[in-house]
Protein backbone atom coordinates (compact mmCIF):
# COMPACT_ATOMS: atom_id res chain seq x y z
CA UNK A 1 0.00 0.00 0.00
CA UNK A 2 0.86 3.68 0.00
CA UNK A 3 -0.86 5.09 3.02
CA UNK A 4 0.41 7.73 4.71
CA UNK A 5 -0.95 8.14 8.23
CA UNK A 6 -1.22 11.29 10.51
CA UNK A 7 -2.49 11.97 14.01
CA UNK A 8 -3.88 13.65 15.31
CA UNK A 9 -6.23 15.87 13.02
CA UNK A 10 -6.52 18.16 15.44
CA UNK A 11 -4.19 19.84 18.44
CA UNK A 12 -4.63 22.79 20.61
CA UNK A 13 -1.93 23.57 22.80
CA UNK A 14 -1.14 26.25 25.31
CA UNK A 15 1.41 29.10 23.90
CA UNK A 16 4.70 27.97 24.72
CA UNK A 17 4.41 24.68 24.97
CA UNK A 18 5.53 21.82 22.96
CA UNK A 19 3.58 20.15 20.07
CA UNK A 20 4.31 16.75 18.63
CA UNK A 21 2.09 15.37 15.25
CA UNK A 22 2.87 11.68 14.52
CA UNK A 23 2.74 10.00 11.16
CA UNK A 24 3.52 6.08 10.29
CA UNK A 25 4.11 4.81 6.41
CA UNK A 26 3.33 1.94 4.69
CA UNK A 27 6.40 1.41 2.11
CA UNK A 28 9.58 0.19 4.35
CA UNK A 29 11.88 1.22 1.18
CA UNK A 30 10.09 5.00 1.42
CA UNK A 31 13.64 6.98 2.42
CA UNK A 32 12.74 10.80 2.45
CA UNK A 33 9.94 12.05 4.83
CA UNK A 34 9.08 16.00 4.53
CA UNK A 35 6.58 17.85 7.00
CA UNK A 36 5.09 20.96 5.08
CA UNK A 37 2.87 23.85 7.21
CA UNK A 38 -0.25 25.30 4.94
CA UNK A 39 -1.38 28.22 6.28
CA UNK A 40 -5.33 29.48 5.60
CA UNK A 41 -5.57 30.14 1.52
CA UNK A 42 -2.09 29.62 0.86
CA UNK A 43 0.30 27.11 -0.12
CA UNK A 44 2.17 24.29 1.34
CA UNK A 45 5.32 25.11 2.43
CA UNK A 46 8.32 22.45 3.37
CA UNK A 47 9.36 23.35 6.49
CA UNK A 48 11.67 20.56 7.54
CA UNK A 49 12.64 16.92 5.72
CA UNK A 50 14.76 14.28 6.85
CA UNK A 51 16.43 11.06 5.14
CA UNK A 52 16.28 7.59 6.13
CA UNK A 53 20.01 7.43 7.16
CA UNK A 54 19.68 9.95 10.15
CA UNK A 55 17.07 9.34 12.93
CA UNK A 56 16.67 13.23 14.29
CA UNK A 57 16.90 16.76 12.59
CA UNK A 58 16.70 19.70 14.34
CA UNK A 59 15.93 23.02 12.70
CA UNK A 60 15.77 25.98 15.76
CA UNK A 61 12.82 25.29 17.22
CA UNK A 62 11.26 22.42 15.22
CA UNK A 63 12.37 18.97 14.70
CA UNK A 64 11.55 15.65 13.07
CA UNK A 65 12.44 12.08 14.86
CA UNK A 66 12.29 8.92 12.46
CA UNK A 67 11.95 5.23 13.67
CA UNK A 68 12.31 3.15 10.70
CA UNK A 69 12.27 0.10 12.33
CA UNK A 70 8.34 0.76 12.82
CA UNK A 71 7.74 3.06 10.28
CA UNK A 72 7.07 5.89 12.22
CA UNK A 73 8.01 9.83 12.06
CA UNK A 74 7.41 12.49 14.47
CA UNK A 75 7.33 16.60 14.07
CA UNK A 76 8.20 18.51 17.09
CA UNK A 77 7.91 22.01 18.18
CA UNK A 78 8.92 23.48 21.29
CA UNK A 79 8.01 26.81 22.79
CA UNK A 80 5.23 27.69 20.39
CA UNK A 81 4.13 30.55 18.95
CA UNK A 82 0.98 32.27 17.75
CA UNK A 83 2.60 31.99 14.71
CA UNK A 84 2.87 28.41 14.70
CA UNK A 85 -1.06 28.00 13.90
CA UNK A 86 -1.37 26.33 10.14
CA UNK A 87 -2.11 23.05 9.05
CA UNK A 88 0.75 20.52 8.93
CA UNK A 89 0.92 18.28 6.29
CA UNK A 90 3.14 14.88 6.26
CA UNK A 91 4.37 12.67 3.38
CA UNK A 92 6.62 9.98 2.17
CA UNK A 93 7.39 8.33 -1.52
CA UNK A 94 5.24 5.07 -2.85
CA UNK A 95 6.66 2.35 -4.03
CA UNK A 96 6.67 4.71 -7.50
CA UNK A 97 8.68 7.30 -5.47
CA UNK A 98 5.62 9.94 -6.03
CA UNK A 99 5.63 11.81 -2.65
CA UNK A 100 1.89 11.11 -0.92
CA UNK A 101 0.85 13.28 1.51
CA UNK A 102 -0.98 12.20 5.21
CA UNK A 103 -4.49 14.19 5.94
CA UNK A 104 -3.08 16.88 8.05
CA UNK A 105 -3.18 18.05 11.22
CA UNK A 106 -4.69 21.38 12.58
CA UNK A 107 -2.85 22.90 15.08
CA UNK A 108 -4.38 25.59 17.19
CA UNK A 109 -2.10 27.51 19.85
CA UNK A 110 -3.93 29.00 22.41
CA UNK A 111 -3.08 32.34 24.46
CA UNK B 1 8.16 32.41 -1.98
CA UNK B 2 9.47 29.53 -4.10
CA UNK B 3 9.62 30.41 -7.97
CA UNK B 4 6.73 28.12 -8.92
CA UNK B 5 3.66 30.13 -10.63
CA UNK B 6 -0.04 28.97 -11.65
CA UNK B 7 -2.72 30.51 -13.09
CA UNK B 8 -5.73 31.73 -12.68
CA UNK B 9 -5.97 31.59 -9.21
CA UNK B 10 -9.34 31.20 -9.43
CA UNK B 11 -12.01 29.60 -11.98
CA UNK B 12 -15.84 28.72 -11.89
CA UNK B 13 -17.07 26.50 -14.12
CA UNK B 14 -20.07 24.27 -14.72
CA UNK B 15 -20.70 20.74 -14.46
CA UNK B 16 -20.24 18.74 -17.99
CA UNK B 17 -17.34 21.59 -19.09
CA UNK B 18 -13.57 21.42 -20.11
CA UNK B 19 -10.99 23.25 -18.00
CA UNK B 20 -7.16 24.29 -18.08
CA UNK B 21 -4.83 25.11 -15.28
CA UNK B 22 -1.23 26.21 -16.20
CA UNK B 23 1.75 26.01 -13.61
CA UNK B 24 5.13 27.40 -14.67
CA UNK B 25 8.30 25.66 -12.43
CA UNK B 26 11.00 27.03 -10.61
CA UNK B 27 13.83 27.55 -12.90
CA UNK B 28 15.96 24.72 -13.50
CA UNK B 29 13.34 22.44 -12.12
CA UNK B 30 12.47 19.53 -14.85
CA UNK B 31 9.81 17.55 -12.76
CA UNK B 32 6.19 18.88 -11.92
CA UNK B 33 3.77 16.98 -10.30
CA UNK B 34 0.17 17.82 -10.32
CA UNK B 35 -2.07 17.69 -6.49
CA UNK B 36 -5.71 17.67 -5.58
CA UNK B 37 -6.38 19.27 -2.34
CA UNK B 38 -10.49 18.95 -1.11
CA UNK B 39 -11.28 21.56 1.83
CA UNK B 40 -10.12 20.04 4.51
CA UNK B 41 -7.70 17.44 2.72
CA UNK B 42 -4.24 16.65 2.59
CA UNK B 43 -3.11 16.72 -1.44
CA UNK B 44 -4.06 14.16 -3.41
CA UNK B 45 -1.37 13.08 -6.11
CA UNK B 46 -2.83 13.08 -9.46
CA UNK B 47 0.49 12.53 -11.99
CA UNK B 48 4.25 13.57 -12.48
CA UNK B 49 5.04 15.16 -15.62
CA UNK B 50 9.20 14.76 -16.36
CA UNK B 51 10.81 15.80 -19.20
CA UNK B 52 7.82 16.43 -21.21
CA UNK B 53 6.34 12.50 -20.36
CA UNK B 54 3.91 11.17 -17.81
CA UNK B 55 5.78 9.57 -15.10
CA UNK B 56 3.34 8.00 -12.78
CA UNK B 57 -0.49 8.40 -11.69
CA UNK B 58 -2.17 8.61 -8.82
CA UNK B 59 -5.59 7.14 -8.43
CA UNK B 60 -7.71 9.75 -11.08
CA UNK B 61 -9.97 8.92 -13.63
CA UNK B 62 -8.52 9.44 -17.42
CA UNK B 63 -10.31 12.77 -17.83
CA UNK B 64 -7.41 14.36 -15.69
CA UNK B 65 -4.74 14.35 -18.32
CA UNK B 66 -1.81 16.53 -18.56
CA UNK B 67 0.96 18.40 -20.72
CA UNK B 68 4.43 19.56 -20.19
CA UNK B 69 6.11 22.12 -22.36
CA UNK B 70 10.25 22.10 -23.50
CA UNK B 71 10.96 24.77 -21.04
CA UNK B 72 9.51 22.11 -18.11
CA UNK B 73 6.18 24.51 -17.77
CA UNK B 74 2.77 22.35 -17.02
CA UNK B 75 -0.80 22.22 -17.99
CA UNK B 76 -3.86 20.02 -16.33
CA UNK B 77 -6.72 19.14 -18.04
CA UNK B 78 -10.16 18.30 -16.43
CA UNK B 79 -12.83 17.05 -19.08
CA UNK B 80 -16.13 16.85 -18.18
CA UNK B 81 -16.46 18.63 -14.81
CA UNK B 82 -18.33 17.20 -11.98
CA UNK B 83 -19.40 18.67 -8.43
CA UNK B 84 -16.65 16.80 -6.27
CA UNK B 85 -13.70 18.14 -8.84
CA UNK B 86 -14.32 21.39 -7.01
CA UNK B 87 -11.03 21.91 -4.79
CA UNK B 88 -7.75 23.75 -4.63
CA UNK B 89 -5.37 22.20 -7.47
CA UNK B 90 -1.39 22.77 -6.97
CA UNK B 91 1.63 22.14 -8.70
CA UNK B 92 4.76 21.41 -7.55
CA UNK B 93 8.36 21.56 -8.98
CA UNK B 94 11.12 19.20 -8.38
CA UNK B 95 14.87 19.91 -9.42
CA UNK B 96 14.67 16.47 -11.65
CA UNK B 97 15.14 12.83 -11.13
CA UNK B 98 16.57 11.43 -7.81
CA UNK B 99 15.09 14.94 -5.76
CA UNK B 100 12.50 14.51 -3.42
CA UNK B 101 12.00 18.37 -2.39
CA UNK B 102 9.16 19.82 -3.76
CA UNK B 103 7.81 23.49 -4.19
CA UNK B 104 4.17 24.24 -4.16
CA UNK B 105 2.61 26.83 -6.69
CA UNK B 106 -0.05 29.13 -4.76
CA UNK B 107 -2.63 26.70 -6.03
CA UNK B 108 -5.71 27.16 -8.82
CA UNK B 109 -9.03 27.12 -6.84
CA UNK B 110 -11.65 25.37 -8.68
CA UNK B 111 -15.32 26.01 -8.13
CA UNK B 112 -17.87 23.59 -10.04
CA UNK B 113 -21.56 24.94 -9.84
Known amino acids: GENVEQHPSTLSVQEGDSAVIKCTYS??????FPWYKQELGKRPQLIID?????GEKKDQRIAVTLNKTAKHFSLHITETQPEDSAVYFC??????????FGKGTRLHILP | ETGVTQSPTHLIKTRGQQVTLRCSSQ?????VSWYQQALGQGPQFIFQ???????GRGNFPPRFSGLQFPNYSSELNVNALELDDSALYLC????????????FGPGTRLTVT
Open chain 2, 92 to 103: ASTLGQGAYEQY
Open chain 1, 27 to 32: DSASNY
Open chain 1, 50 to 54: IRSNV
Open chain 1, 91 to 100: AAPNRDDKII
Open chain 2, 27 to 31: SGHNT
Open chain 2, 49 to 55: YYREEEN
